[in-house]
């Protein structure tokens, strides 16, 4: 028997619609001394889509790149672009005018949208066929020249499929160039349903979510999902990350739930100013990006309390991978499974492989590969990449791990972090964890380098938090917690670690610091 069948889903600016309809004179975003009630978020975020359309000839598939620190503009460009069935292709706004230039010729953009600080970029990018620009000087391009243009227009909501690409997401690039992953309107419905269900349940119209990330990678994600339940967003004010103002509205605001990465709940947990306001109201701060360290994590739910809830993902997934919630945390090492990143999404399929695809079995290391809805629908125009990335409808995450007998799934390290040293598999992360233990560190990243004798060894690059011990010390106190062939071959202590422009700490940016320092020779 045959069924008619239909494809076609809700359009993702539907949320924004529906809390302007439900909630219209709700306040749902605030940027600094600004706040926006949801019937105005609908109203401008229709015109700009208006001004899209009339002006600039955007339909239904065409791309708009996005170069803007966070702002409202920024936040209402999304569902406008959506609106038309159109692809908002947001970019790291630290990348150099050069490397975005490559974004927008890569990924076929037909506009630009950027702040008016980035001239450069603006310039660069001169492929596309037009430009609006967020402040500076008024011109018939500003965005909210263009917004009050247009304030009268109507825009119907294209019809979409499950697969119409909604956003290309970057990929931080940690191996050659960033790679545009496509996510899709029905994919992102189905991920912020998953977010709602497994990261931060109960959330509402009388919830608050801090954006202490950049807006264009998973934390614009996160906040779709509080645009779907009506729950406002606060971004800060300023462009710099300040703990003191973040801790300052989360008091004045009563959030309920943040979003970020493990470096920056570090950062925050340790500035003073989380003394000096209430921050009683948070349920949820959810991290993700890479795990959190043992140290910072207790650390941590000592200062927050019971409020951490960590996610293992990636922008090819969205973050639904794994999911490890507030009551499963603790300071307590004795009532915790140290290590973990929790267990598989609600609706997902997590399972650790060897090299030909065969699921390992309880406790062996392997590759973490997933499947399920949230799975992006591969790279833009990138057919090499899809076909390592997929084997037999898995998707290959290029994390190794392992997995214990209730599916609690540990991660090892990224497969391109690990090195051999004497013919042994060294996993940085384990060396990471003790080592951070030590008092006189604050931070810390292990990496293999090429070696004559024993084909790589590891360095510790290590930042000390007031002065510095020695380093054949650190050594010798490392020594009686790992293995004497698990043992980095030198140690350097540097005034802070390169990060990526979402605050992770990244090898490959540590790798090429050590090389211009002249610390890695050659063999």
């Given at each position: 028997m045959s069924f008619p069948v239909s494809t076609r889903v809700m359009n993702l600016a539907h949320f924004l619609s529906e809390s302007a309809r439900r909630h219209p004179d709700a306040i749902g975003l605030v940027w600094g001394q600004k706040t926006w009630n949801w019937a105005e978020l609908e109203a401008r975020a229709t015109a700009f889509a208006a001004a899209l359309r009339d002006r600039y000839g955007m339909t239904k598939g065409d791309r708009l790149l996005v170069q803007s620190t966070n702002c409202n503009q920024m936040f209402e460009a999304a569902f406008a672009c959506w609106k038309l069935g159109c692809v908002w292709v947001p970019a790291n706004f630290r990348q150099t005018p050069e490397d975005v230039a490559w974004l927008a010729q890569s990924s076929g953009a037909k506009g630009l949208l950027a702040g008016a600080e980035f001239a450069a970029h603006i310039e660069a990018?001169?492929?596309?066929?037009?430009?609006?620009?967020?402040?500076?000087?008024?011109?018939?391009?500003?965005?909210?020249?263009?917004?009050?243009?247009?304030?009268e227009a109507s825009v119907t909501p294209a019809e979409v499929e499950r697969d119409d690409p909604a956003w290309f997401f970057f990929t931080s690039g940690t191996?050659?160039?960033?790679?545009?992953?496509?996510?899709?309107?029905?994919?992102?419905?189905?991920?912020?349903?998953?977010?709602?269900?497994?990261?931060?349940?109960?959330?509402?119209?009388?919830?608050?979510?801090?954006?202490?990330?950049p807006l264009s990678h998973g934390a614009g994600v996160h906040q779709l999902a509080q645009v779907a339940r009506g729950?406002?967003?606060?971004?800060?004010?300023?462009?710099?990350?300040?703990?003191?103002?973040?801790?300052?509205?989360?008091?004045?605001?009563?959030?309920?739930?943040?979003?970020?990465?493990?470096?920056?709940?570090?950062?925050?947990?340790?500035?003073?100013?989380?003394?000096?306001?209430?921050?009683?109201?948070?349920?949820?701060?959810?991290?993700?990006?890479?795990?959190?360290?043992?140290?910072?994590?207790?650390?941590?739910?000592?200062?927050?309390?019971?409020?951490?809830?960590?996610?293992?993902?990636?922008?090819?997934?969205?973050?639904?991978?794994?999911?490890?919630?507030?009551?499963?945390?603790?300071?307590?090492?004795?009532?915790?499974?140290?290590?973990?990143?929790?267990?598989?999404?609600?609706?997902?399929?997590?399972?650790?492989?060897?090299?030909?695809?065969?699921?390992?079995?309880v406790g062996e290391t392997g590759e973490v590969a997933v499947i399920g809805p949230a799975v992006f629908a591969g790279y833009h125009d990138n057919p090499e990449a899809n076909a390592k990335a997929f084997r037999n409808?898995?998707?290959?995450?290029?994390?190794?791990?392992?997995?214990?007998?209730?599916?609690?799934?540990?991660?090892?390290?990224?497969?391109?972090d690990m090195y051999i040293s004497g013919g042994s598999n060294i996993y940085p992360r384990e060396?990471?964890?003790?080592?951070?233990?030590?008092?006189?560190?604050?931070?810390?990243?292990?990496?293999?380098v090429p070696d004559r004798d024993w084909g790589e060894v590891g360095v510790a690059v290590c930042v000390p938090r007031d002065s510095a011990p020695e380093a054949a010390a650190l050594l010798e106190w490392l020594g009686a917690k790992v293995p004497r062939y698990k043992l980095p071959k030198?140690?350097?202590?540097?005034?802070?670690?390169?990060?990526?422009?979402?605050?992770?700490?990244?090898?490959?940016?540590?790798?090429?610091?050590?090389?211009?320092?002249?610390?890695i020779a050659d063999v």
């Amino acid at each position: 028997m045959s069924f008619p069948v239909s494809t076609r889903v809700m359009n993702l600016a539907h949320f924004l619609s529906e809390s302007a309809r439900r909630h219209p004179d709700a306040i749902g975003l605030v940027w600094g001394q600004k706040t926006w009630n949801w019937a105005e978020l609908e109203a401008r975020a229709t015109a700009f889509a208006a001004a899209l359309r009339d002006r600039y000839g955007m339909t239904k598939g065409d791309r708009l790149l996005v170069q803007s620190t966070n702002c409202n503009q920024m936040f209402e460009a999304a569902f406008a672009c959506w609106k038309l069935g159109c692809v908002w292709v947001p970019a790291n706004f630290r990348q150099t005018p050069e490397d975005v230039a490559w974004l927008a010729q890569s990924s076929g953009a037909k506009g630009l949208l950027a702040g008016a600080e980035f001239a450069a970029h603006i310039e660069a990018c001169d492929g596309v066929d037009f430009a609006v620009t967020i402040g500076g000087e008024p011109s018939a391009d500003d965005y909210d020249a263009l917004v009050a243009a247009h304030a009268e227009a109507s825009v119907t909501p294209a019809e979409v499929e499950r697969d119409d690409p909604a956003w290309f997401f970057f990929t931080s690039g940690t191996t050659g160039k960033p790679k545009a992953a496509v996510l899709t309107h029905g994919q992102l419905a189905f991920v912020v349903t998953n977010h709602l269900c497994d990261l931060m349940p109960g959330t509402g119209p009388d919830d608050a979510s801090i954006v202490v990330a950049p807006l264009s990678h998973g934390a614009g994600v996160h906040q779709l999902a509080q645009v779907a339940r009506g729950a406002k967003t606060i971004l800060p004010g300023g462009t710099r990350f300040d703990p003191d103002e973040v801790w300052r509205l989360v008091q004045d605001w009563r959030v309920t739930n943040a979003f970020t990465v493990p470096t920056i709940v570090k950062m925050l947990v340790e500035h003073p100013s989380v003394h000096e306001y209430d921050h009683s109201s948070l349920r949820y701060v959810v991290y993700a990006g890479a795990p959190m360290y043992r140290a910072d994590q207790v650390r941590a739910l000592e200062v927050l309390g019971p409020v951490l809830v960590q996610y293992f993902g990636l922008g090819e997934v969205t973050g639904n991978i794994t999911v490890l919630p507030p009551a499963q945390h603790s300071a307590d090492d004795s009532a915790m499974r140290i290590g973990t990143c929790g267990v598989a999404r609600t609706g997902m399929q997590v399972q650790v492989q060897d090299a030909e695809g065969n699921e390992v079995p309880v406790g062996e290391t392997g590759e973490v590969a997933v499947i399920g809805p949230a799975v992006f629908a591969g790279y833009h125009d990138n057919p090499e990449a899809n076909a390592k990335a997929f084997r037999n409808g898995w998707f290959l995450t290029g994390d190794l791990g392992h997995m214990d007998a209730e599916g609690f799934l540990y991660l090892t390290d990224r497969a391109s972090d690990m090195y051999i040293s004497g013919g042994s598999n060294i996993y940085p992360r384990e060396l990471e964890e003790k080592i951070l233990t030590h008092p006189q560190i604050a931070e810390c990243a292990v990496l293999g380098v090429p070696d004559r004798d024993w084909g790589e060894v590891g360095v510790a690059v290590c930042v000390p938090r007031d002065s510095a011990p020695e380093a054949a010390a650190l050594l010798e106190w490392l020594g009686a917690k790992v293995p004497r062939y698990k043992l980095p071959k030198r140690v350097l202590f540097w005034d802070a670690l390169p990060k990526s422009g979402y605050g992770k700490i990244t090898k490959k940016l540590i790798r090429a610091e050590l090389a211009a320092r002249g610390e890695i020779a050659d063999v």
